[in-house]
């Protein structure tokens, strides 16, 4: 007696370092069966799957994705590449017959080429969910819970300090994404983007935001460190500090990449770097723990594992879904205000965002 398929198919493009914790999420998934990969490197995406699924795997491998649709007709394509592959790869999965496309972030290389991929995805009415997994890690998910509850009273701000460590010196990045060195903007297009959409996940929509960055290393092309203030229209305020050549207390820094602190009227939240929630009330001196000993598997408390089933959770009970391509443009045009503001060196109002 064999086990039944599971109701979905899924593929995924692309088989560099971050595709990894893709392909290894949807051969966990339940609800999906991973039945093809594609890469322009064909042994690299058959190594991949030898390593996360054994020799005899039996997962379909392609150097060329629309054969692999057109072989697999998947319900679910999942692009896993850098940036400038997205757009076209976006038209050609629209041609399939696909119910969900996933789009791994940044979206597309330009404002105005995310603009053109939502106006397609539009037209066509079809469902493309951006791989923006920083909202599914699971401290973040209860934190929202925590400020839903009222713990904190009136919110004041969130502060987020970003300490990975992974920048320092000429060999930064190369091992893992080295195409990391060449992005003129880095800081805020490939990694503060997850805390666009974290503070609106936890916050809401900001109506001004200012930036101030900096170069640390040099044998990168873009910021590395900087400051970014997100201004909310009842008085909140969200702070990102991020800094990549400096480190903060981890056994992996790269699980939390930092610490968070939320401060209201009736107390403060706290995470540490080790994924652990903790409470103080207002006036007092003790910190007691609300939250912790989350997933240790996959990336960022198995937060890629957790977007995907939140798509497959979708298609299979119509459960609402977070971050399609047209909702999350927003962090894409918040993204170019803040370098905006960076360029001007002032506040920079978000309603002019959307023009």
């Known amino acids: 007696m064999t086990d039944a398929p599971a109701p979905l198919k899924a593929v995924t493009v692309g088989a560099g370092y971050f595709a990894g914790f893709h392909v290894d999420g949807w051969l966990r ?7 093809g990969l594609a890469d322009v490197d064909r042994d690299k995406a058959s190594g991949m799957l030898a390593a996360k699924a054994g020799a005899d795997h039996g997962v379909a491998v392609d150097a060329d994705a629309d054969r692999l649709f057109d072989a ?5 394509i999942d692009i896993a590449t850098p940036p400038p592959a ?4 976006i038209k050609q999965a629209l041609e399939t017959d696909a119910r969900a496309i996933i789009c ?3 979206f597309c290389t330009s404002l105005d080429e995310a603009r053109e991929a939502v106006h397609l995805i539009e037209q066509r009415k079809r469902l493309v969910v951006v791989h923006e997994n920083f909202r599914f890690q699971p401290w973040y998910r209860a934190i929202r819970e925590e400020l839903s509850s009222g713990r904190v009273g009136d919110l004041y701000q969130i502060s987020f300090r970003m300490r990975p ?9 190369l091992s893992r994404q080295p195409y990391f060195q060449k992005m003129e903007r880095f800081l805020i297009h490939e990694t503060a983007v997850h805390w666009i959409d974290t503070f609106r996940y936890l916050m809401g929509e900001p109506d001004s935001v200012f930036a101030d960055l900096r170069r640390l290393n040099p044998v990168i ?7 970014l203030l997100f201004r909310y229209p009842d008085g909140r305020r969200a702070v990102f500090d991020g800094n990549r050549l400096t480190d903060h207390v981890a056994d ?4 939390t990449m930092g610490e968070c602190l939320i401060e209201g009227s009736d107390g403060q939240i706290a995470l540490d770097g080790f994924g652990n929630l903790t409470f103080r009330s207002t006036g007092s001196r003790e910190w007691q723990p609300i939250g912790g000993g989350y997933s240790q598997a996959g990336f960022g408390g198995d937060s890629v594992f957790a977007l995907q089933k939140h798509v497959s959770d979708h298609l299979l009970t119509g459960s609402p879904i977070e971050n399609d391509a047209a909702s999350y443009l927003r962090n894409v045009e918040i993204e170019y205000a803040l370098y905006d503001s960076a360029t001007a060196g002032r506040v920079v109002d978000l309603g002019s965002a959307r023009a």
């Open 221 to 227: 092309a873009g910021e590395d460190a900087g400051f």
């Open 72 to 76: 697999i007709r998947p319900d679910i």
């Open 29 to 35: 998934n339940p609800d999906v069966t991973f039945a």
């Open 104 to 106: 791994q972030k940044p």
């Open 165 to 173: 460590g992974d920048g320092r010196g000429p060999d930064a990045y």
């Open 252 to 255: 992996n820094t790269r699980f």
């Open 86 to 89: 997205h757009f076209a790869l």
